[in-house]
């Protein structure tokens, strides 16, 4: 059995010049770049009516936010080894839970502290 052919979409034959100023053709380059589109397919959305998706990095320059996911991701890694341990048939010990509960509890402090920092950095950016 042949594989079906591929569907392609109607060719683009028709042409559309429009005329900007450069505030307006740099604020309409910059929402193209920030969906993560081609400038004309954003025009095209726009045209259409489908609102494009603009996506807004949020930046935390915030040492103590920064240290939080540095601590967090040391704290993954713990239970990554204690998990590869135990997978290849480790026995599990009164210690190696003592380490289990430490790590979740931690994970929840650190949950904690970045759920309340977070509620400066919401809003507007």
Known sequence: ????????P??????????????LYDVLTADAAAAGLPRTEYIR????????VIKQEVVFNDPEILR???NLGHYGANLNQIARYL???GTI??????????????????RDAVKEMAGE?????
Do not use: V
């Open 1 to 8: 059995m042949a594989r079906p052919k591929k569907q392609l």
């Open 10 to 23: 109607p060719p683009k034959d028709h042409q559309l010049t429009i005329r900007l100023t450069k505030d």
């Open 45 to 52: 959305q726009l045209i259409t009516n489908r609102k494009p």
């Open 68 to 70: 939080i996911f540095r």
């Open 87 to 89: 997978n290849q048939g």
């Open 93 to 110: 010990t009164n210690q190696i839970w003592k380490d289990i509960r430490e790590c979740i509890a931690e994970i929840y402090n650190i």
């Open 121 to 125: 950095y919401r809003g507007s950016h």
